[in-house]
């Protein structure tokens, strides 16, 4: 399965994944964890367990911190 993965203030990347991925797999493949990045599709988050159904995607890093 081909899918169009953006990744903002990155790059784009075209994934070959197997037919059995997850989001999860997505996050994975373009090199962080499901706990510093979460994907959307068509701007919608989805759970990183979910089968991939879409053909393009963006992966979201997410940015922690706080006030000290």
Known sequence: MRVA?????DR???LDLPGDATYGDVVR?????VHEASVLVEGTPVP?????????????RLV???MR
């Open 5 to 9: 993965c953006e990744v903002p203030g």
């Open 12 to 14: 784009e990347y075209d």
């Open 48 to 60: 990183e367990d979910a089968p991939v159904e879409a053909d393009r995607v963006t992966v979201l």
């Open 29 to 33: 493949a373009v090199g962080y964890s």
């Open 64 to 66: 922690q911190g706080g």
